[in-house]
């Protein structure tokens, strides 16, 4: 009997301490299509609206010429979409591989800003919709 109410106090401190569980979750997706990898995460309140997007676009050049080129064109404009609120975004290259990751905090950001960063999804469904949609569309999502 000891040993219960040990382990039922402890279910309770530890559920005290947790909350009851996270109030947040986190939907990952990935595609890939020849050599344009995408992998998306989105973070929901507890109601599974969205309120993050995090974009990391990866792509393999066919030549160091082309990836030095594209990596001038985009990152020559990511000042400018870091100044947007509520966005944060970065540029690399590695190898051949050039990877732009765009993060978007949806309560901060407008629809027609989260359009200028190139993000066309809607996301004014829920979770569970957006990783329904992106599984039908070829993703693998987690």
């Given at each position: 009997m000891k040993k219960i109410c040990s382990l039922f106090l402890a279910i309770i401190c530890l559920t005290v301490v947790t909350g009851c569980g996270s109030s947040k979750n986190q939907i990952t997706c990935t595609s890939t299509q020849d050599d344009l990898k995408v992998v998306a995460?989105?973070?929901?309140?507890?109601?599974?609206?969205?309120?993050?997007?995090?974009?990391?676009?990866?792509?393999?050049?066919?030549?160091?010429?082309?990836?030095?080129?594209?990596?001038?064109?985009?990152?020559s404009s990511v000042d400018e979409m870091n100044k947007i609120k509520g966005a944060k975004v970065n540029v690399s290259k590695k190898n051949l591989t050039l990877t732009m990751t765009i993060q978007a905090d949806l309560k901060a950001i407008s629809d027609e800003d989260l359009e200028s960063l190139g993000i066309s999804e809607d996301f004014n469904v829920t979770g569970t919709e957006f990783k329904k949609n992106a599984e039908e569309n070829g993703a693998t999502c987690k």
């Open positions: 995460t989105i973070t929901t309140d507890k109601d599974d609206k969205i309120t993050n997007v995090k974009m990391d676009t990866s792509i393999t050049a066919p030549s160091k010429e082309e990836l030095d080129s594209t990596y001038e064109i985009l990152n």
